[in-house]
């Protein structure tokens, strides 16, 4: 004979370690099993699309780093990428060299602390975290020598990076590009063998790729179900299409690939630091463009991969200085969209690792 | 010239659309296709399973205020061709702007098509939860309309002019002094770091 039984609601957060940020789940739990889950987000808005309206392309680029506060310098490259579209901006090379040094300094920094949150939320309460927080760290003091700001960069420019780096960023830049293959290994001792971590992460949070593509998710949540989507193979933008790098994907879709591709991302990344270093030419850091900038009438639809997958900005000019709308497409609300389906039917803890998994950060869902 | 690198000719895919579904393809411009919005659903469906387009993914949805009308914006992705098609679909009425949601096509769209309600109150129909995702549910308005609350007659919202712009002759920038010369960033005399007193 079974023991009926009932329903009840749990709600979780919007304060809670688990949710990564001011981000609130109500789950209907049936025992251990989640029936239904509602996320209710918006703690954090701060209606960056309708202030953006209001402000020039220049202006709007610090909400680029406040939208995604743990990658900020993909999201200024994002919006400088598709407002040098949209106005015809040419960039100087080493200005594209630059940029991807950064953005993939920044990748590594924002993996880091995916990977690191995500094993705290299988158990492993705060050891590997710190660990990865080591590198994340060195990472934040090169970003604080070039720009002054260790989260908020606001490094970007229209037609090139703000600043030169320097003297003695570029010595510190290569101890830190020798010394990450031999962290990462680490890490991969330390995490991929462990066999609690494997039991709380293999066949989790399992996405088909079918469901992954249908579902408009991108970035490492895509890639972890081996679809192999990466837009600086597919659209190269800077100078990615001179970088020899791999796109590592996940053969099972569940929250095991999801952790590995991240941390096969991150060597690439070093790969790609390494051929920037090598191969940065000479030459001035930003071109010159009129103060007063006022693209033509028109649109674009700017994108870059960011450390959570295709970071777009859909800008509508109407020949004014500021744009006449301006769209984050941001990954982390729309990786989301399979919340429901992942978490119905699973438990608890499992949900929550499936959660961190597909790596969220608040301040982009809610913008 | 198409705006993306792959994005394909609006007018190829407007072609074949009224090929395969006479009439549905109003507009279309080198990068944009136009759809009737009555007939989205089956737009998206035709596309998303035709072998020529392969729009496997929901890419990019949001809305745009032009005054007089709404447009919807589907980015549609295609994996295996590596292009990209941009849909568009106008809504005229204001007061209760409602398009065909394209969840029954692409999961996807649930979050982007919740946003889109809550900021630009388009109503989706067919949506299975459509209900505000940022705002509460008694907050006044959609925010990202240009005619929001606080704008009175006759004025937009949006920067009309730069913030040190000369009214009278709106091509001369004021304050040209003021403008730091490309590589002359060092430290001002006297500067601590700290403001002083």
């Known amino acids: ?367 | 010239m198409p705006s993306g690198p792959t994005q394909i000719d609006g007018g190829r895919v407007a072609n074949a659309l009224n090929r395969a579904l006479p009439g549905i393809a109003t507009t279309s411009t080198e990068e944009w296709v136009e759809v009737e919005s009555s007939r989205l659903e089956e737009a998206l469906r035709w596309l998303h399973d035709s072998e020529q387009f392969d729009a496997a993914q929901l890419s990019n949805l949001c809305a745009v205020d032009y005054h007089d009308h709404f447009t919807v914006v589907y980015h549609l992705q295609s994996f295996d061709l590596n292009q990209q098609i941009v849909l568009k679909v106008r809504v005229v009425d204001r007061d209760t702007p409602t398009v065909p949601s394209s969840y029954p096509v692409y999961k996807g769209a649930l979050l982007q098509e919740r946003e889109v309600f809550d900021l630009m109150g388009i109503h989706f129909e067919g949506h299975p939860d459509l209900r505000r995702l940022f705002l509460w549910d008694s907050f006044p308005g959609h925010p990202l309309r240009k005619d929001f609350l606080g704008i009175g007659e006759g004025l937009t919202s949006g920067l009309q002019r730069f913030p040190f712009e000369n009214k009278e002759q709106p091509d001369r920038l004021l304050n040209r002094e003021n403008i730091v010369e490309q590589g002359s960033q060092e430290t001002p005399e006297g500067w601590s770091g700290v403001a002083s007193t």
């Open chain 1, 1 to 367: 004979m079974t023991t009926p039984t009932e329903p009840y609601v749990l709600n979780i957060g919007p304060q809670h370690p688990s949710t990564h940020g001011v981000f609130r789940i109500r789950v209907v739990m049936d025992g251990e099993r989640i029936q239904d889950i509602d996320m209710i987000v918006g703690y954090l808005h701060r209606s960056m699309e309708k202030l953006a309206e209001e402000r020039t392309y220049t202006q709007n680029i610090p909400f680029t780093d406040r939208a995604d506060y743990l990658a900020a310098m993909s999201g200024n490259l994002g919006l400088c990428l598709a407002a040098e579209r949209l106005a015809r901006v040419e960039v100087p090379e080493r200005a594209s060299y630059l940029r991807v040094i950064f953005a993939e300094l920044q990748r590594i920094a924002s993996h880091a602390m995916a990977n690191g949150t995500l094993v705290s939320d299988a158990g492993a309460w705060q050891t590997p975290l710190l660990y990865m927080f080591r590198e994340r760290e060195k990472i934040l003091d090169l970003f604080e020598m070039t720009c002054g700001a260790r989260l908020t960069t606001n490094y970007m420019r229209i037609g090139g990076v703000a600043f030169e780096p320097p003297p003695e960023f570029w010595p510190a830049l290569l101890e830190l590009v020798d010394e990450l293959p031999e962290r990462i290994s680490e890490y991969e001792e330390l995490l991929t063998q462990n066999e609690i971590f494997i039991a709380r992460t293999r066949d989790i949070g399992v996405i088909s790729p079918e469901d992954a593509i249908n579902g408009s998710l991108v970035g490492p949540a895509l890639r972890g179900s081996g679809v192999p989507w990466d837009l600086r193979k597919a659209e190269p933008y800077c100078i990615y299409d001179r970088m020899e790098f791999d796109v590592p994907i996940g053969r099972n879709g569940d929250v095991y690939d999801r952790f590995m591709v991240r941390l096969a991302e991150t060597r690439e990344s070093v790969k790609i630091i390494r051929q920037a270093v090598e191969n940065i030419p000479d030459g001035s850091h930003k071109t010159d463009i009129p103060l007063a900038l006022r693209p033509a009438p028109g649109e674009v639809y700017g994108r870059v991969e960011g450390p959570r997958g295709e970071l777009g900005f859909y800008l509508v000019s109407d020949g004014g200085p500021a744009p006449y709308r301006f769209h984050i497409r941001a990954p982390s609300l729309i990786n989301l969209s399979l919340l429901r389906e992942l978490a119905r039917g699973a438990s608890l803890s499992d949900a929550v690792v499936t959660l961190g998994s597909i790596d969220i950060v608040v301040g982009e869902i809610d913008r």
